[in-house]
């Protein structure tokens, strides 16, 4: 009879040990998975979106004529028309020792006089809404630094009029 009670008593440990293991994972995989709300909508951060390269950048408005255009922080704006006569604005780097402009806005009668003045083409050049006039922007590139060249591209597609 003793032997029938351990037997019954060791089949019964057995059991439940059995029953706790097979409890215990499941629970614990509960515990571990995400409770989500069917009902409830989810936000979706869209890591392909795009940033603006030129987000931060100052602005340079001409009121006048109409236009503007961002450049970064790293250039200021010098109004000079001394051996600039057609220049409405000039950009140099704010650094130590910059002393030369990286480049300008200009305005002239029509195309030809660009081209007669400097002898090439300029970066960017269009022609004023008013039907008059022609607008420059151009750079100097450093041939040492592509960047430059790549970092004017991105400054000029900002340009636009500001008015018809």
């Not at 060791?10 to 059991?15: E, G, K, Q, S």
């Not at 940033?51 to 987000?55: G, I, L, Q, R, Y």
């Not at 009121?63 to 790293?74: G, L, N, S, T």
């Given at each position: ?28 995989e ?20 795009p ?5 931060g ?5 001409d ?12 250039y ?89």
């Open positions: 009879m003793k032997k029938i009670y351990f037997a019954i008593s060791i089949l019964a440990v057995l059991t439940l040990l059995g029953a706790g293991c097979a409890w215990f994972p499941a629970e614990q509960e515990v571990n998975s995400p409770r989500v709300n069917v009902n409830e909508e989810i936000p979706s951060a869209n890591v392909n979106a940033t603006d390269p030129t987000a950048w100052e602005i340079y408005r009121e006048p004529w109409a236009i503007e255009m961002k450049y970064p922080p790293k200021k704006t010098v109004s000079d028309t001394y051996g600039w006569p057609h220049a409405l604005i000039h950009f140099i780097e704010v650094a130590p020792g910059a002393q030369s402009y990286r480049s300008q806005i200009e305005t002239w009668d029509s195309e030809g006089e660009f081209l007669a003045t400097y002898g090439r083409d300029s970066a960017f050049i269009v022609e004023h809404p008013n039907g008059k006039n022609w607008i420059t922007v151009d750079y100097n590139p450093n041939p040492s630094d592509p960047t430059v060249a790549e970092e004017w591209e991105l400054i000029i597609s900002t340009f636009r009029f500001t008015a018809p």
